[in-house]
């Protein structure tokens, strides 16, 4: 059952068109994932999804066209986005940037429950729960990021270079509490990563995006068995 | 500025294949003689006109020099200066107290034209340091405190009965009636100084001037100390402003603490603004709309003055950026974008919508662009 | 020495009304960028309004109150319909924007209700208190009071309630709070409104004794923009300090500095800017970082 879908979807900021025609569907509790180099529109692509672009063709979510939606409102459908370099509240404690995070939900006891599940998933969180996210480190910001994203109970997570920064140990374990939300809680995931060796630890397929196109999309297995694939975006 | 200077090559281009031949704007013989036909004109103008007219032309004169001061900080460098007024002021009121004591005429130009530039400097050096909006919100504090500044001083401003002052009588051998001999003070003046300006902006500083209204940061990365040239862009308007100041005095020959009250001060903005911020044409507009439209207001109804500046200021930001000096190419574009080729010629249009995101790659275009 | 506190006392006063505005103005500028400088004409209008409902014989209160829910309309339909378009883009212009919003304003009500001054009646009476010795006038503590109680209400609104915490994530940042479904232009007119509200409150407190005039607050809105730069853009409370600071130290420097005197003490938040400035160019209260880049 798909969940997410785009057919051949432009976006331009002014008159510069970054997507030519991206295509790519995302099934219900499915992850995917975007790779291609800088410049590819990969950030572009989930800022289509989020309305925070200007964007033709066709987005699809759960069989309804949300183009033309706010952004607001394409997160009150479900669609929580993480965006590249995070976007943290600077000025407001882990607490209430979960609590944000929680802005369209009502019961409170359900986000308490919530917020301590989000505290489990990042343990570094809990003991920086009252300071501010601008004093947290690069992978607790991060970790944060996703963390206020869950609260708002979503249906699909869009994750934009996760691992951006990030001590390659730090990158592994924001991975691997992302790969146990996603066992735990089935939210499907569109995942943009440079990274793909982290990736394909994560999702179950991706596409590669070429200059807004997608040149090449396929299962994580047979992505990783193709030689272009291992020379450009697994390091041989 | 980019964007003014890609429309004209690009309404050339489509203006080439019907004409066959270079508009009549671009022919050399109409670039050479334009400025000797306005010369001419200007100076034969105040032989026919009305006293009436001539009057109107010079007080024109004395605000457009004005306005051109306030363009010099706010056009040019992108800082919203609240106080122009008041240089106007201090000039008018340095030439007054001069002229009453009798002092050589020069000496007070040269004094009206030094002393708001002083003025002008130390509020600048004070108010830049804090960059961004600062120096909009500390120059509104000038036109507030000048007034009674100006009343208090009553010794050197007559206080709020203000000061009277004539001079530049006309001479005998003129066989000129006063209004035309100020007019041809003013025209002269004001003429020099619009020359001087225009060398300015468009020369090294003008460029500097823009860079530093463009992006501080790339400023600053090229070498160019913001600071300093909004310090220098400010002390200039301060001196032109007194220019003006004295001219005031020419024309009108009183000055209270009313001249420079915050009210005239905004209606210099507005007249800035709808003339056309960094345009000298807009300068020239700037000033007649600062002179003329009470005028017609007063004429209907006096209190519709001010409701009409705020809602034609709002208007012209909302559909004019440029104001009334970008009206001619706005309405060529207009045609343009009505006709068959659309979307040929069609001029990039500002990416103001990505703000944020590309300030550095719009900084560099900018530098390209900027000098132009 | 009565003379003194009695002299602080009404300073506090004025500068509490200061330090409403400026805090309008800081509102809005953490919310939207920018520097509104039709926060004390919008004040007017407002007064105005009361004015006028008084004069129908609506009671003084209620015609405040009244205005106020005006004031919060008027802010949110100023935010939407015009300044959206020039929030976020180059600040100078949208500047220049909010003083046509003043100059329009100042003509609307000059053409509606003339530039004469208009008596506005007062909600506290005029006399004085003894207390340990020094007569206090009553309508000095009471403005102090009421607008001291505004905004700690205002503040409890953005601590403790989830609009508070929305209007606080908006404002540091819009992208992010619409990731997590925040209405961002609504929530941005609620911020314009309470700014204006704020302004409307210290307007029919001080309308009494200015007298009502277009122009009544064109003074005040120096003094609060004074206040803004000393306490520094990025701090509230920092504002509302410098603010009281302003009103009592010009109201001392207008009796015991000769010079100075009651007609120009406005020069008075200007002297103190200047050497602050070169003291300390981020406000006595401000961090460094927040300039605008």
Redesign the interface.
């Known amino acids: 059952m798909t969940l997410l879908e785009l057919e051949d979807v432009t976006a331009s900021?002014?008159?510069?068109q970054v997507l030519e025609g991206v295509s790519l569907s995302v099934p219900e509790n499915g992850a995917f994932g975007i790779l291609g180099a800088n410049g590819a529109g990969k950030t572009t692509t989930l800022r289509a999804i989020s309305a925070t672009v200007r964007t033709g063709g066709r987005i699809t979510f759960d069989g309804k066209d949300i183009r033309g939606l706010r952004p607001d409102q394409v997160a009150a459908l479900g669609i929580a986005h993480v965006p590249e370099g995070r976007g943290t509240f600077g000025d407001l404690s882990v607490r209430e940037n979960l609590r944000v995070g929680a802005y369209l939900r009502n019961d409170r006891k359900g986000i308490d429950e919530d917020i301590d599940y989000c505290l489990d998933l990042f343990p570094n969180l809990q003991e920086r729960i009252g300071s501010n996210a601008s004093a947290l480190s690069g992978g607790e910001q991060q970790m944060l990021a996703v963390a206020r994203a869950i609260m708002s109970k979503p249906r699909l997570l869009l994750l934009d270079e996760a691992s951006l920064g990030l001590a390659p140990s730090t990158a592994k374990n924001v991975y691997d509490a992302i790969r146990r939300l996603r066992s735990e809680s089935g939210i499907a995931m569109l995942v943009v990563e440079q990274n793909a060796n982290l990736a394909f630890t994560l999702v179950d397929g991706a596409t590669v995006l070429e200059t807004g196109r997608n040149v090449l999309t396929g299962t994580t297995a047979e992505l990783k068995g193709m030689d272009e694939i291992r020379r450009a975006y697994l390091g041989g | 500025m980019a964007s003014a200077s890609s429309l004209s090559t690009s309404s050339r281009s489509a203006a080439a294949p019907a004409a066959a031949a270079p508009s009549f704007r671009q022919r050399r013989w109409v670039r050479m003689a334009a400025p000797l036909v306005l010369a001419l004109v200007l100076a034969v103008l105040p032989l026919v006109l009305p006293e009436f007219a001539n009057e109107t032309i010079a007080r024109i004169g004395v605000f457009a020099v004005a306005v051109l001061g306030l363009n010099v900080v706010?056009g040019y460098t992108?800082?919203?200066s609240?106080g122009q007024i008041f240089f106007l002021g201090v000039g008018a009121y340095v030439t007054a107290y001069g002229v009453q004591n009798d002092w050589n005429i020069v000496l007070v130009f040269v004094l009206a034209c030094l002393i708001p530039a002083v003025a002008g400097l130390i509020v600048a050096l004070?108010?830049a340091?804090?960059?961004?909006?600062?120096i909009?919100?500390?120059t509104?504090?000038l036109p507030?405190?000048g007034v009674?500044?100006a009343?208090?001083l009553s010794e050197f401003t007559g206080g709020s009965q203000g000061l009277s002052a004539r001079f530049a009588d006309n001479p005998e051998w003129t066989g000129l009636y006063d209004d035309q001999w100020q007019l041809y003070i003013v025209l002269v003046i004001g003429g020099i100084v619009f020359l001087l300006t225009r060398y300015l902006v468009r020369g090294k500083y003008g460029r500097a001037f823009a860079i530093v209204k463009g992006n501080?940061?790339v400023a600053s990365s090229m070498g160019i100390s913001p600071y300093r040239y909004k310090v220098l862009a400010f002390t200039i308007a301060s001196l032109i402003g007194g220019v003006s100041g004295f001219l005031y005095m020419l024309v009108v020959q009183y000055t209270s603490p009313e001249t420079m009250s915050?009210?005239h001060s905004?209606?210099l903005?507005?007249a800035m603004?709808i003339g056309g911020a960094g345009s000298i044409v807009g300068s020239i507009l700037g000033g007649a709309w600062y002179v003329l439209v009470p005028q017609l207001t007063n004429a209907v109804?006096a209190?519709?003055?001010?409701?009409?500046?705020?809602?034609v200021?709002?208007l012209v930001?909302?559909v004019l950026?440029g104001g009334l000096a970008s009206l001619p190419r706005a309405l060529t574009r207009g045609r343009r974008r009505s006709g068959a080729d659309r979307g040929v010629g069609a001029p990039?249009?500002?990416?103001?919508?990505?703000?944020?995101?590309?300030t550095a790659a719009e900084g560099s275009e900018r530098e390209r662009q900027g000098p132009a | 020495m009565g003379t003194f506190i009695q002299l602080v006392i009404d300073g506090l006063s004025t500068g509490s009304v200061y330090a409403a505005l400026a805090l309008a103005i800081v509102l809005v500028h953490s919310a939207t960028g920018?520097?509104n400088?039709a926060q004390g004409g919008m004040a007017v209008l407002a007064a105005y309004f009361a004015w006028y409902l008084t004069n129908q014989g609506v009671p003084l209160i209620v015609a405040i109150l009244l205005s106020i829910v005006f004031s919060f309309a008027l802010g949110a339909v100023v935010e939407r319909w015009?300044m959206r378009?020039?929030e976020?883009?180059?600040?100078?212009?949208a500047?220049?924007?909010t003083?046509?919003?003043?100059?329009?304003?100042?003509?609307?009500a000059?053409?509606l209700w003339?530039?004469n001054n208009q008596q506005f009646p007062s909600l506290f009476p005029l006399d004085t208190v003894s207390f340990l010795g020094v007569s206090v006038s009553i309508r000095s503590i009471g403005t102090t009071v009421v607008i001291v109680v505004a905004m700690v209400l205002l503040q409890a609104l953005f601590v403790g309630t989830k609009l508070g915490l929305a209007l606080r994530a908006v404002a540091i940042n819009p992208q992010s709070a619409a990731f997590s479904g925040l209405p961002v232009g609504r929530l941005l007119m609620v911020g314009w409104g309470l700014a204006a509200v704020l302004g409307a409150v210290a307007g029919a407190l001080v309308a009494p004794q200015l007298t009502l005039t277009?122009?009544m607050l064109?003074?005040a809105?120096?003094y609060a923009?004074?206040a803004?730069?000393l306490g520094g853009l990025t701090s509230p409370v920092g504002v509302v300090v410098a603010a009281w600071i302003i009103g009592i130290l010009e109201n001392l420097a207008a009796v015991y500095v000769p010079f100075i005197?009651h007609?120009?003490k406005?020069?008075v938040?200007?002297i103190l800017?200047?050497v602050v400035?070169?003291v300390r160019?981020q406000g006595l209260f401000g961090r460094k970082t927040v300039?605008?880049?």
């Open positions: 900021y002014g008159p510069v | 706010m992108g800082q919203v609240l004070a108010a340091r804090l960059g961004g909006l600062a909009a919100m500390v509104v504090a507030i405190v009674p500044l009343k208090r501080e940061n915050f009210g905004i209606e903005l507005a603004v109804d209190s519709l003055t001010a409701l009409l500046q705020g809602a200021l709002l930001l909302f950026p990039p249009t500002t990416p103001s919508s990505t703000a944020g995101s590309g | 920018l520097i400088f015009l378009r020039f976020r883009g180059d600040p100078d212009t500047v220049v924007v003083i046509g919003l003043l100059t329009l304003i100042t003509g609307i000059g053409w003339t530039y277009p122009g064109d003074n809105l120096v923009l004074a803004v730069i005197g007609d120009l406005i020069a938040p200007f800017l200047f400035l070169i160019p300039v605008r880049v």
